[in-house]
């Protein structure tokens, strides 16, 4: 078994502490690596390596900076079977989604901002002929950058990205869950010739290494993605330290079709958004909101697909949805249905953990559930407002425009919506007063790095992507030249 070690200025070290805990794979129960178990001794010393490389890097010219990006971004490439490999282990998930999906998306972030970076522009204003401001903006120091389970990569790379492209250095923290493919990156920067201390990766635990990022005073930059709990636990630290703060967090999010809707494209497309990733996607369309003339065949054709999806062992070709991330994880979904029925619901399909013959002998102590079809459910109760974070949906009838704009946005969470309709001007109603970050019409996780991404309400605070990345990585200041007379 692997033993994994922290990345500190350029190598790997033990934790401070020299203790360990277990990396599991959930789709065979398998111990599949020893985890450092960091502090903030180990924290303490990834910040003193990032502060030493911050004024090195931080003058280091951005086309050389995009060069060592670009380089990464070819690496990850050439590595991505063995990364989709290990993606797979931590977390559970089809092999073929992380060789096709998470691991792809990794390099794209690598070259988006590595390329971002050459083209950017400096604002000035004149003020008639007296003033001239000239707005710079500089990288801020070294930024803690949290990441959760669900896309282990590809979400750390959204982050380390633009962080260090824009000239910070950086202390990363992946989830305790899958750290298998930062550790991995670790050893890709060091080939693509990243100098010592510019990323460090210090695994570990949220309440202890996480937490010992947040409130470190040295780390001016917080970006975080995971649940709304710890964003607010974290806000709770950062924000009296006046640190810059970037929160993704949670979803509850609506998929809305309207009767005129093309159901050919919104069925699977819906069935999609549902249950990609074991439904662990934060972006998953989990309520589904049904106008009533349709309601009923829509319900049945969903219900028939969701049967068709395989849930089995993630090596196989066939399969559609994996395990989940762990047994605790899969003890809180399995609740959630419990909670359903108890709340009036009726379980359409799914809701059993498959039988050994069909996850197969390797993954017989894995931690899989069937995909999950509600109905019957009132939009307020627990079941349809609280985020389960698994394979389960419910799916509610609802009569007008009005009434389905109220319900959707009866939610505390407010990151995306996928609405269906073939009419123009609804789709633009709709989408202006749905209280969401991102609206999808006629689609779902079409996804423009360049666009501002991050979601409204309880999911969260700031946006990342394109440019508002670069902005939330660099200090604005203004310099205001009095103009001769
Ligand atoms: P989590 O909040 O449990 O953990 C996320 C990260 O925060 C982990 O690295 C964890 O170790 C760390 N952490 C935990 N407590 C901490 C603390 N007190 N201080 C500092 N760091 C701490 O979330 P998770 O279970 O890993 O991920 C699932 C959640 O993430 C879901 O709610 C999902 O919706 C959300 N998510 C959001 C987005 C988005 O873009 N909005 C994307 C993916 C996942």
Known sequence: MQTLANFIDGRFVEPAGGTYFDDIDPATGARCARVPDSDERDVDNAVAAAGRAFPGWSATPAAERSRMLLALAELIERDLDELAGRECVDTGKPLLVAQSVDIPRAVANFRFFATAILHTQTEAHQTDTTALNITLRAPRGVAG?????????????WKVAPAIATGNTAVCKPSELTPLTAH???????????????????????????AAIVSHPDVPTISFTGGTDTGATIARTAAPMFKRLSLECGG???????????LDEALPTSVRAAFSNQGEICLAGSRLFVERPIHDRFVDGFVQRTRMLNVGDPHQKSTDLGA????????KVESYLALAQAEGGTIRCGGRRPPREVVGERC?????????????????????????FGPVVSIIPFDDEQEVIEQANASSYGLSASLWTTRLDRAHRVAERLESGTVWVNCWMLRDLRVPFGGMKASGLGREGGQEALRFFTEPKNVCIKLGS
Not at 324 to 331: P, Y
Not at 374 to 385: E, I
């Open 184 to 210: 991995h990156l670790a050893g890709l920067c060091l080939e693509a010739g990243l100098p010592p201390g510019v990323l460090n990766i210090v695994h570990g635990r949220g309440e202890k290494a996480g």
């Open 324 to 331: 989940l991330i762990s047994a605790e994880h899969l003890a």
């Open 364 to 388: 017989r102590h894995g931690v899989f559930l069937e995909p999950t079809v509600v109905t019957d459910l009132d939009a307020g109760c627990r079941t349809n407002r609280e985020e389960i």
């Open 252 to 262: 509850k999010n609506p998929t809305i079709i309207f009767a005129d809707a093309d």
């Open 145 to 157: 950058l949290i990441s959760p389970w669900n896309l282990p990569l590809y979400l750390l790379s």
